[in-house]
Every structure is written in structure tokens, then in C-alpha cells.
């Protein structure tokens, strides 16, 4: 019943939004600048609902299935950092890197950049006041590691037991509660490591560790 109420209330949210958009542009289907505006909003309400139709697949599926390849990981930060950027801009975020491996790694891109996207969003969440959101990318013997932290309002350690629990979600703003679940999931699946740490008004970091397969 939790799953289901969760499926109604996240997808009606996102298609009402989608519904007022499309009215938008009915009204002014001339107006250059209007229809540019809002057809960038309805793409971005339409890739909120794949977002989570696809946290939803996965949870039902109870496990997560890689499609592994060889990722250059230069090229994937930077398509990452393309992606985030228009909403850190909007929200004041700065966003830096510092790529000490720029080698390449066996992942699956697609399930890794959604990894990297859901803590992005938290990270948004919680610095709503703008900050500074950064991954540090570097190897240490056989594993490549990912340190992302952010400047934000942080978590107390009773959050911070419950993080990668099903359906838990602290953000006022709502949500599935599986983002970071989910997160956890395609990181055991890559038989790697994923752990957090995090004060209340001091930030967040997650540290994720995959092996490094030449």
C-alpha cells in the first residue's frame, strides 16, 4: 500500500506541472521566448518521472543488473558536470573538480551517472541558500574512489542510521525515500563500497570505492 501511494503522489505532482506548461504553450504558441522557456520546464518535469520510474523499476526488481563497460572517467565527470549545472547555477551551488585519476574504469555509465545525479539532488536539497558542491576523483591501490561532498545543512547521526533505508526520506521536498537505496544497491552491484559522513550545519560526504578492473 506505501508503494503504491508513493507511485500516485510523485508521478501526479510532476504531470500536473507538465499539464500547466502545455497550457502555457497553447496559449502562446508564437511566442519564441515562452515556448523555449517552458518546453525546457516540461522536459525537465519529463525526465523527473523517468528518473523515478526507474528508481521504482529497480526497487521491484530487488536487484540491480549492469550493463559494464569501459568508462573514461575525464569524460564521464564532465558530462556529469554538464547535466547538474543549470540547477547549481539557478540555486547559487558552485560545483569543482579534482581529477587526480583520469584513467579509465569497467562500470555501467548510465546506472553510475544516476548514482551521481541522486547525490547531486540531495546535495541541492540541503544547501538551499547556495554553497559548494565538489568530487574529488582519485586511486588508491586497486579501488578508484569518489569523494563528494557538499557544504550543506548536514545530517544528525539518527538520519544518518537510517540513510539507505527504503522509503526513508528526511527532505521536506519530498520524494520516493528510494534515491538512496537505490545509490547503495548499484554500488554493491559494482561490488564496491559506499559510506557517508555528515554533521548537522557542517556538510556531507560520501565516499564511494569501486575496483579498478585494467
Known amino acids: 500500500g506505501k508503494f503504491s501511494s508513493l507511485i500516485l503522489h510523485d508521478i501526479k505532482n510532476p504531470l500536473s506541472i507538465l499539464r500547466g506548461y502545455a497550457e502555457i504553450l497553447h496559449l502562446y504558441p508564437k511566442d519564441g521566448d515562452k515556448v523555449k522557456k ?34 573514461n572517467i575525464e569524460e564521464f565527470i564532465d558530462v556529469f558536470i554538464k547535466t547538474i549545472t543549470p540547477k547549481f547555477n539557478a540555486q547559487k551551488v558552485k560545483a569543482k573538480v579534482n581529477l587526480e585519476y583520469k584513467g579509465s574504469v569497467l562500470m555501467d555509465k548510465e546506472r553510475m551517472l544516476r548514482v551521481f545525479a541522486n547525490l547531486a539532488n540531495n546535495s541541492l536539497k540541503a544547501m538551499t541558500d547556495g554553497g559548494e558542491f565538489s568530487i574529488t576523483v582519485s586511486q588508491k591501490e586497486s579501488y578508484l574512489y569518489f569523494e563528494v ?26 520524494g520516493t525515500g528510494l534515491g538512496m537505496s537505490i545509490v547503495k544497491s548499484i554500488i554493491d552491484a559494482h561490488k564496491g563500497v559506499l559510506s557517508v559522513q555528515s554533521k548537522e550545519f557542517e556538510g556531507t560526504t560520501f565516499t564511494i570505492a569501486i575496483p579498478i578492473q585494467d
Open 38 to 71: 517552458y518546453s525546457e520546464k516540461i522536459m525537465t518535469e519529463a525526465d523527473r518521472i523517468n528518473n523515478l520510474a526507474s528508481e521504482l523499476l529497480d526497487f521491484s526488481r530487488g536487484d540491480i543488473r549492469l550493463n559494464v563497460g569501459v568508462v
Open 149 to 174: 561532498c557538499d557544504t550543506g545543512e548536514g545530517m544528525n547521526e539518527e538520519v544518518l542510521k537510517k540513510i539507505f533505508e527504503p522509503f526513508f526520506s528526511f527532505s521536506k521536498s519530498g
